[in-house]
């Protein structure tokens, strides 16, 4: 098996330890939680160097106490090794309270700790986690390498084509019509003062034509502000420092005229001329952004199931005494004369109990315990399930509500139940945001549910929008509304996890929500839901 093939479940564990009962004890803890990993031992330093050389195993469990050299030294050679540098290493160690020894064992590159006499759950744990740091950095090196050999033949072949250019000149041409980036030499022009005003083109080449839609015929002779008067005046300032110190300058800026990104290297190959390579990147830019994207989400959505997991713990360790708590309050209102304080203050432990509850609901949906099987849902049946629940409230609280759902919607997969929260939520939010406006119940209340369906991506949604004209949301909240346990709303109002459960739910259901702000005031949703599969 070659170095980088081995299985992620079959790690190579090297021990280096002078006793041979704790090599053991090692390799019995090692086949009884890890039963496929594969174990090698060495009982001095220098055969356990030479192993580690030839095996290059995943991570090396290190004594301190070793013959012929200690464990310090051991690290020390591994970690100036540049082909072993890599492989982590964990110290074994009966001194668990010797912060000297394990101040020494970091210094010379440790990466973790283990305490005599091992227990076999930390070792099967430090073994793994080792095993993926060593996998991580091969990864990056690999990764390092391959870009390194890129730039290596990028640059080879920049060399050779400017070795070329010096010693064929009559190439010259060729190199300029051929040529992938875009090409462009440009005269300095000034205004009767002397100052550097506009740049005229006086060659362009067949890629600046592609890259830019100007034809040669059409640019060549003609200043930049006639062609194009929207550029900007950092365009010809840049430019102009170029043309008059002969300082090449190298810059990435987006151009309003045409509506792209490009990198830019600029030099002066005559006085009060410049010329310029570029390259379109604005594909490269967005590639990017959509990078950042994704990866912010995978941090929101992993910070989710992280406290998901803590929610559910919590909620089922919480439930049991409350429900105690809530049957015996009502006993105690059923055993006691009606209006009597015991009574009352039987009554306020039943709201509170019934509150807590309702928390405890949330947090175990929030945790997502429940999983019936997902299957085809009319989102118009479940807009139509649940506005009714609500309408009672919004004609109590004179708020205005307009639904608007397309005749022609497509299903989508999922659990009409969760989608139905998710609405909810949505709903609530807003009427609470409409009623902190106009908090003495008047006042123009309007919130709006529209469905429809839309194309992105190649794929068509069904698109669900809930806004209102309420209080809105200000910057500093707006990224932080999904989080658990984040509320806008005043003390005592909401838990902070509808958003959070909805985000959850939509994310489940292979679709996203965000949140936009509404023009003239309030807040508008947006959830998009892929359609099922016709």
Sequence with gaps: MNRGERNRHDPVVLAIDGRADDLATLAALLAEVMPRARLLTAGDGRLGLELAGAADPDVILLDIVVPGMDGFEVCRRLKADERLEHIPVVFLTSVQADRRN???????????????????LELEAQVR???????????RRRESERLTEMVEARTRELAHELEERRRVEQDYQTLF????????VHELLFDDEGRPVDYRFVAVNPAFERMTGLSAERVVGRTVLELLPETERSWVDTYARVALTGEPVVFEDYSVALDRHFSVSAFRPAPNRFACVFTDISERLRQAREREELEARLKHQQKLEAIGTLAGGVA????????????????ICDDVPTGSPAATTAQVIVEAAGRVGK?????LSFARQDRDPMEEVRVEQ?????????????????IACQVDVDASLPSVQGRSGQLAQV?????????????????????????????GRTESDGRTWVRLCVED??????????????????????RGVGTGLGLSISHGIVEEHGGRIWHEPREGGGARFVVLLPAAPT
């Design 382 to 398: 479940v807009v139509d399930g649940t506005i009714p629940l609500i309408r009672k409230l919004f004609e109590r609280d004179r």
């Design 469 to 490: 004209n309420g209080v809105g949301v200000d910057d500093t909240a707006r990224s932080r509304l999904f989080d658990p346990f984040f509320t806008t709303k005043p």
């Design 129 to 139: 986690a080792m095993a993926k740091i060593k996998a991580a950095v091969v990864r």
């Design 359 to 363: 928390i405890v609901r949330n947090l």
């Design 102 to 120: 394990r101040m020494k064992a970091l210094a010379v590159g440790a990466e973790a700790f283990l305490a005599k006499p091992v227990d076999a």
């Design 316 to 331: 089922h360790e919480i439930n049991n005494p409350i429900a105690i708590i809530l049957s015996s309050a009502e006993l």
């Design 423 to 451: 609405l909810m939520n949505l709903l609530t939010n807003a009427r609470d945001a409409v009623n902190q406006r106009c908090p003495d119940g008047h006042g123009d209340k309007h919130v709006a549910v529209r469905v």
């Design 177 to 184: 019509r051929e040529m992938r980036e875009a090409f462009a």
